[in-house]
């Protein structure tokens, strides 16, 4: 096992594809420092008055949106990328055990994205404390306590996607396709979600995975805006969701021919 991984490792730091989804974590953390900078100007020609009801979201909330999409995309491609080119013939020669490949295919971009997600998110955090400089701004000012457990759970929600996305890959076998179910998983049905009449709106988009990881842990100085699930049921629900992804993905895997 340590052995696939390791050549699955050096499979995906050898593509231009997995540096571009770095890349793209490593700009949006930059424009996390951007965001706190703009805060901190926008704060600074508030007055007293507007500064008591000024609300911003966190410093690191641009990764929250931007590291799903990445772990959609670097889920998909261990897979679809060596259908599309034949190479996982070869892949399979060399590594005849399927449920060892698979696992190796689905833990390497997950393990990826689970540090890099947890390093931008930290740098954001600590970098917009660092810009904002002790002003009272609400969701800046909390300290690095109570920043933590929405670190932690946007990274391990963006580990689950990845996975999830991983399971869509080997059912789906296109990048194209995985890509964009994932996508409208994300961003699609949630907004649909909202336009079904009361109960119902609320009791599906607190189900949805885009939903999930600000249930597990809210940003600081976030209110609440809908009833949703609570902490516990909302982690167990993604762990379901992964579960289910990559059940389905291992036995469409080990059963059809490459």
Known sequence: MIDAVAAEWWKLR?????FAVLATVAGFTLLCVVWSLYAAHYWDGLSEARRATFRSAPP??????????????????PLTSEYASGMIRTSLAALPRRRTLFAAKAAVPCAAMLGAALVSLAVGVLAGKAVVDGRPIRAFDASLADHLPYVLATAAATAAITLIAFGLAAVLRSTAATITAG??????????????????????????????PGQIAAPPGASATRDGLPPLPSALL??????????????????RDA
């Open 238 to 255: 993604l762990m379901a969701y992964t579960a289910v992804a990559l059940g389905a993905g291992a036995r469409v895997f080990g059963k």
């Open 14 to 18: 050898s593509v231009r594809s997995t």
């Open 60 to 77: 690191e909330q641009p990764l929250s949106i931007a590291l799903p999409v990445c772990a959609v995309v670097l889920g998909a491609l």
């Open 183 to 212: 996508m409208a998983v994300l961003f699609v049905v949630p907004p649909i979600a909202n336009l079904l009449p009361d109960p119902w709106a609320g009791r599906i988009w607190s189900v949805l995975p885009a939903s999930l």
